[in-house]
């Protein structure tokens, strides 16, 4: 399955520890990410990860434009929703895209944990009936 990893400038460190901490099960799929995520998650991980342009140079529209193609099955978007800046991705455009092409998505380190176990256990093979 395809995963798109995204994260705001103050949680990409949560980032790399989840990742680091999911990457058995993160290492059986392919994984996508904004450049700056993507190049700071394979630093720790030793992952490969497709990295598209930083957020704010149009790899927000990069990522969107494979979530409408029904590229991506899942989304973990760690955002700031107290302190946004104005070059970050701006996370109303992805839940829209998620929402209207049936993705799951997290915005949180709760939910992205139930995505990934339940990635692993099987349970998003429902996905594959998309493609």
């Known amino acids: 399955m395809n995963i798109g990893l995204i994260a705001h400038d103050s949680k990409k460190k ?3 520890n989840f990742c680091i901490a999911y990457r058995g099960i993160l290492s059986k799929h392919e994984l996508y990410a904004t ?8 630093e720790v ?10 957020g704010h140079l149009g ?13 991506i099955d899942a989304l973990i978007f760690f955002r700031d929703p107290l302190t946004p800046r ?4 701006d996370v ?3 839940v829209r895209l998620c929402d209207t092409y049936n ?7 709760a939910t992205a944990e139930v995505i990934i176990l339940a990635l692993d256990r ?4 429902w996905r594959e009936m998309y493609k």
Request: charged residues 15%; proline residues 4%; negative net charge.
């Open 14 to 16: 949560l980032m790399q």
């Open 35 to 42: 450049a700056t995520t993507g190049r700071l998650v394979e």
């Open 45 to 54: 991980t030793n992952l490969s990860i497709h990295k598209y342009l930083a």
């Open 59 to 71: 790899g927000k529209q990069q990522l969107g434009a494979q979530i409408e193609s029904n590229g």
């Open 86 to 89: 104005s070059h970050e991705p």
């Open 92 to 94: 109303n455009d992805i």
């Open 103 to 109: 993705i799951p998505m997290a915005t949180n380190i």
């Open 122 to 125: 099987g349970d998003l093979d």
